[in-house]
């Protein structure tokens, strides 16, 4: 059972499509051709893919009546609900549905971007009896659309972002200190695909889920990960030991303490998310801390924001060179809070074990880089940011490593049971690959 609430979306359940009894129809001229309602205006149309009326894609998708805007060059959908959709001409021939241009057993489009003419017009559009949209093109060829794949595609900024929210989960839940780490049952989340989504919504809106309940022994990672899809590979191996070691190969194989870190930046693609089972915990010290690395991130903004741009835009040397299950010498360049195109938080990428003494930037800009570095290692580092627990025998946490820093105390094993703990990568894409299939499996089709 879980011991905290998690923020999760359930898929919106649509209603059935309804026939449309009179079909409303557009035609080129000289064809018959029912009432045309009132054309749109250019100055509303003017700067907008679709109508700001358009409702999102889980309201109801029978459509009223179709239009074809020519000078326009889109395709209006009323909806029975009240909405308007816009489609461009282009993008409807585009992704035809038909045989010969979509391989409907893979979901994939055929049709050559050379065969596509990209300022094509419509012959005629009209509503079918069973409710779908059928697009007749000046070359003979036809395009019938179902009702709710159109809806689901509406070009509106409202139904773009209902969208996007449903495929990539992209909204966090910021934490700090006060947060209770979300937990669950290890066989529930191999056996019930109701756990296993909660589970991985949960990682994905919060960041880390603490699994209770496995064996105390080598290859519950392994499982996990199989429950998942599969295994990241890398240098240190499928699955990774960490234990205090002679001649340690990394600084997490030593029972130092362990600064906050992600996992890995010296990787230029690096796991998303990291599996950590204790075997075995340590006798005396060995407790793990976490911060929110979006919300120290978020913070460093308001409060130093010209910290924040210089960690956003310098690129930073990460380096790991070793022998383990090969041997490696690994180089990337990483800024250290990552972010998109709007300025959003994506990943933070810090390893202060692996950051490397290269330091590509003109002499003047290294101090301030400095600076800004330690205003955000103060920062996720003040108690009130902190999340402090401790593992026990068959404990899993599970986190996102793109998000989440992590660190470790220094710690002192039994003499006849060393500390012991096996961890395993994935990759975000599998895990939402997986997310989305036990979504569909739990809630039907969206």
């Known amino acids: 059972m879980w011991t905290s609430i998690f923020l999760r979306r359930a898929l919106q359940r649509s209603t059935s499509a309804m026939a449309c009894r009179p079909l ?102 009209e509503v079918t009896d069973d409710n779908k949209v059928s697009v007749s093109w000046p070359d003979r060829h036809a395009s019938v659309f179902h009702a709710k ?16 929210e449903e495929l990539f989960l992209n909204e966090r839940s910021h934490w700090d200190s006060t947060l209770r780490i979300p937990a669950a049952d290890y066989h529930d989340v191999l056996r019930d ?41 890398t240098f240190y191996g499928p699955t990774w030991q960490v234990q205090d070691k002679p001649m340690a190969n990394n600084v997490a194989y030593t029972s130092g303490k362990l600064s906050l870190h992600t996992d890995y930046p010296a990787l230029h693609a690096a796991p998303g998310v990291q599996l950590l089972h204790c075997i075995s915990s340590a006798e005396e010290g060995g407790e793990s801390e976490i911060v929110d690395g979006f919300h120290a991130a978020e913070l460093l903004r308001r409060e130093d924001p010209e910290a924040f741009g210089t960690l956003a835009s310098v690129q930073v040397d990460f380096t790991d060179t070793g022998t383990d299950y090969c041997d490696f010498m690994l180089q990337a360049k990483k800024s250290v809070i990552e972010v998109d195109a709007e300025g959003r938080v ?10 490397d003494s290269v330091l590509d930037l003109p002499v003047d800009r290294v101090q301030p880089f400095y600076r800004a570095l330690r205003a955000f290692v103060d920062l996720f580092s003040r108690p009130e940011n902190t999340v402090t627990y401790g593992l026990a025998a068959g404990d899993v946490l599970t986190f996102d ?16 049971q060393p500390r012991h703990l096996e961890g395993a990568y994935l990759d975000w894409d599998e895990v939402m690959s997986r997310l989305r299939i036990l979504r569909q499996s739990v809630h039907g089709n969206a």
């Open 24 to 125: 409303r129809v557009w035609r080129k001229p000289g064809r018959a051709a029912s009432p045309r309602p009132t054309c749109l205006t250019s100055l509303q149309l003017r700067g907008q893919q679709t109508l700001s009326s358009a409702s999102l894609p889980g309201a109801g998708h029978s459509v009223r009546s179709v239009r074809a805007l020519r000078e326009e060059r889109m395709v209006e959908v009323e909806w029975k609900d009240g909405g308007h959709s816009l489609y461009p001409f282009t993008w409807l021939r585009d992704n035809c549905p038909c045989p010969l241009c979509t391989l409907d057993s893979a979901q994939a489009r055929k049709l050559l971007m050379l065969e596509l003419d990209v300022h094509i017009g419509v012959d005629a559009v």
């Open 149 to 164: 794949w159109l809806k689901k595609r509406c070009f509106s900024a409202s139904a773009r972002r209902a969208l996007k």
């Open 193 to 233: 695909d109701k756990a296993a989504l909660d589970w991985l919504s949960a990682l994905r809106r919060v960041g880390v889920v603490h699994l209770k309940g496995a064996a105390a022994e080598p290859g519950v990672v392994a499982r996990l990960a199989e429950r998942i899809g599969y295994l990241r590979l």
């Open 346 to 355: 994506l990943r933070i990428n810090l390893n202060n074990a692996t950051r």
């Open 401 to 416: 490593n793109w998000r989440l820093l992590h660190s470790r105390r220094s710690y002192r094993s039994r003499p006849d």
